[in-house]
């Protein structure tokens, strides 16, 4: 099995910052890309990031500059660094990875169940 979890939200004021982390783990050969969606109450699920294995980075672009996708190979992590948060940040964030496990040869997308990120004052 693969399980991808998040971690890391919580309540915050505006401007405030927090930083997401996703673990991927089980029976992994390889992690490909990596990404983080966000979904806002009644909203569709949306791209924020998105990190390729080669580290090479994608944004939404209203959310460049104020978060960061990064990701750490060693142990299948992922995180977004989220600074000068904003009531509109609000949402559960949504890990989605790339992955090709024991079970099958064909690499395969595996989502995380979010975590909520809640900013309000």
């Known amino acids: 099995q693969v399980h991808v979890v998040e971690s890391g939200g919580g309540s915050v004021q505006p401007g405030g910052s927090l930083r997401l982390s996703c673990v991927v783990s089980?029976?992994?050969?390889?992690?490909?890309?990596m990404a983080w969606y966000s979904q806002a109450p009644g909203q569709q699920r949306e791209l924020v990031a998105s990190i390729l294995q080669n580290g090479e980075t994608n944004y939404e672009k209203s959310l460049e500059g104020r978060f960061t996708i990064s990701r750490a190979h060693a142990n299948n992590t992922m995180y977004l660094q989220m600074n000068s948060l904003k009531l509109e940040d609000t949402a559960v964030y949504f890990c989605?990875?790339?992955?090709?496990?024991?079970?099958?040869?064909?690499?395969?997308?595996?989502w995380g169940q979010g975590t909520q990120v809640t900013v309000s004052s």
């Open positions: 989605k990875a790339g992955v090709r496990s024991t079970m099958d040869p064909i690499p395969s997308a595996y």
């Open positions: 089980g029976s992994i050969i390889s992690v490909f890309d």
